[in-house]
């Protein structure tokens, strides 16, 4: 599976952007999709997963009820949809795909995931 994200840019603190990830293939349904952040010098943290149905998602807190992750299987994309962005949400955004059949847990844990897009930079000002 290869990954491509897109959608950063430059937003005001308040303001709104919608990233998306397209995947290569045709088994993007069999995967799990998530989301993680970096920035320079930091570890790559978790932002948000969703199964393969798109019907169960998981947050982290620093993102739930801001951010919202879905998927168009029919399309092989998945989205993050990031509202009332706060200057603390500037990184580079990844999206990463684990397969279905290696289960739920951990998630939130970068190591578990076997494929990574190239990032894309959010930029928040104040």
């Known amino acids: 599976v290869q990954l491509q994200a897109s959608g950063g840019g430059l937003v005001q603190a308040g303001g709104s952007l919608r990233l998306s990830c397209a995947a290569s293939g045709r088994t993007f349904s069999r995967y799990h999709m998530a989301w993680f952040r970096q920035a320079p010098g930091k570890e790559r943290a978790f932002v948000a997963a969703i199964r393969p149905g798109g019907t169960s998602t998981y947050y982290a807190d620093s993102v739930k009820g801001r951010f919202t992750i879905s998927r168009d299987n029919a399309k092989n994309t998945v989205y993050l949809q990031m509202y009332s962005l706060k200057p603390e949400d500037t990184d580079v955004y990844y999206c990463?795909?684990?397969?279905?059949?290696?289960?739920?847990?951990?998630?939130?844990?970068?190591?578990?995931?076997?494929?990574w897009g190239q990032g894309t930079k959010v930029t928040v000002s104040s």
């Open positions: 990463a795909a684990r397969r279905s059949d290696r289960g739920w847990s951990d998630i939130d844990r970068s190591s578990v995931f076997d494929y």
